[in-house]
């Protein structure tokens, strides 16, 4: 029988502070980035005086606390000017799946008509970008006073800066308008139109890439408020002086020196300590140790294996079954049986078929993506190359199917590849 809910011994205090989430858990302070947000705060302090607030660019690799500072920032100039009657709205807008200037210029639309009407205005459909950049500007208009805006991810927009360049230049009266894009994709930053990079560009702020030091203090930090029994000692917040009966001594570090291994990103850290906080706490031992932290790894690279073959085109999933099928069946995963194979299995499903040589393709592409291998080697004596395929080392045929099982395209070959 599993347990019910509610009675279990728990080394949690308060569990939303491990959330990696921007959305669900605001840190209160970034000591790490005290130069990034020094400068941000230049950027935004002639909003006090009355001015304009300055354009930025913040630029940096994903999870190096670029969306946390920027609305750290934001809510203290927010509290500024709510003690001060300075009239001031921030709209932050995620721009992720925005591919378009266009969907950017609805997002705000409706953000900024919320300012006014409240929550659940719909964005506006139907227009052109111009039509909904006047928009833009009437709402700007009437709001009045500073409007600050947060375009976060703007690298979503790809070439299509229009928005950017519109905003950038744009000087209604008699709001004054601070811009902030966010990106973490360095080709976008440098392939800005001249003129978005001359205003934007020239107060450009850069998070540089966490190393692991930094990691330990921003996971000690978060411990201390996620866990029981867990404190900085004589007030000093940094790793050498936390102590905690929940945590083992090496664990903050080792969860600390594989996110700073990879890319230095603090989300993953945290979603790391967070996973491996569950493990323990699930286990019910009350103590949370370095082999929690690496089952944490693994399962995390699991689920995220599950999302990128989720997110394939129907003919990469249907070589992957292939690959799959070879494998389970102890059959070589050679370019020209994998196809036999997959001439097989399209019979099963309403799809067109590729020719060998673009079926290779996908199979490359899935060894690009790291979930499949790919062995050349020679056929024998002149018989030129050939490539073998198999499953990456750490990926698993049943989760494979298990992913796949309940896809509307390829759903019925996982059914002929299991029988
Ligand atoms: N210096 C820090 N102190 C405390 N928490 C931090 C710090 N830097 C980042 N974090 C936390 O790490 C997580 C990731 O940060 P954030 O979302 O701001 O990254 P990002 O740079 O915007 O990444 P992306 O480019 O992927 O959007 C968040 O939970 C954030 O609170
Ligand atoms: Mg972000």
Redesign the pocket.
């Known amino acids: 029988m599993s347990q019910g809910f509610g009675n279990e011994d728990t080394i949690y205090q308060d569990v939303d502070v491990l ?4 959305g669900k ?3 209160s ?5 005290e130069d990034e947000l020094d400068k941000l705060h230049m950027a935004l302090r002639p909003v006090t005086m009355d001015g304009s607030p300055r354009d930025v660019l913040v630029y ?12 750290l920032k934001a809510d203290q100039l927010q509290e500024w000017a709510d003690e001060n009657d300075h009239q001031l709205e921030v709209v932050h807008i995620p721009c992720k799946g925005a591919d378009k200037s266009y969907h950017v210029l609805t997002r705000l639309v409706k953000e900024l008509r919320e300012i006014r009407k409240g929550q659940g205005v719909d964005e506006p459909s139907g227009y052109q970008r111009k039509q909904l950049f006047e928009m833009v500007l009437d709402e700007l208009e009437t709001i009045g006073g500073t409007v600050i805006i947060i375009l ?2 703007i690298d979503a927009i790809g070439e299509d800066d229009y928005v950017l360049y519109e905003l950038s230049r744009a000087n209604p009266d008699p709001v004054k308008i601070g811009l902030i894009g ?3 994709d360095l080709q976008f930053r440098n392939n800005l139109d001249a003129d978005v990079r001359s205003s934007l560009g020239q107060r450009e702020i850069t ?1 540089n890439p ?1 190393n692991s030091n ?1 990691l330990k ?2 996971l000690a ?2 411990a201390v408020q996620a866990l029981r029994d867990t404190y900085f000692e004589d007030g000093h917040e940094d790793f050498t002086h936390l102590q905690s009966d929940v945590l083992n001594g090496g664990t903050i570090p080792l969860a600390a020196s594989m996110a700073a291994q990879e890319t230095g ?3 993953q ?2 979603e790391l300590l967070s996973y491996a906080c569950d493990l323990a706490d699930d286990e019910g031992i009350g103590t949370v140790a370095e082999r929690h932290v690496r089952a944490a790894k693994e399962e995390i690279e699991k689920e995220a294996l599950i999302d990128t073959i989720g997110a394939e085109t129907t003919q990469r999933k249907i070589a992957l079954l292939t690959v799959v099928s070879a494998e389970l069946n102890d059959s070589i995963g050679e370019t020209t049986n994998l196809h036999r194979l997959y001439l097989d299995l399209c019979g099963y499903i309403d799809t067109n078929t590729l020719k060998q040589h673009t079926f290779r393709e996908k199979l490359n592409d899935l060894a690009h993506s790291n979930i499949l291998a790919k062995d050349r080697h020679g056929r024998g004596r002149g018989q030129g190359m050939s490539n073998t395929y198999s499953l990456a080392g750490d990926v698993d045929p049943q989760s494979i199917l298990d992913t796949l099982e309940d896809d509307s395209r390829v759903g019925d070959i996982v059914d002929i590849v299991r029988s």
């Open positions: 959330e990696a989430d921007v858990y605001k840190p302070e970034l000591p790490e980035r940096g690799p994903t999870g190096q606390g670029k969306t946390a500072g920027v609305q976060d991810e966010i990106t973490n998070f966490y930094h203090n921003i930090r978060r990103d603090a989300r850290a945290i």
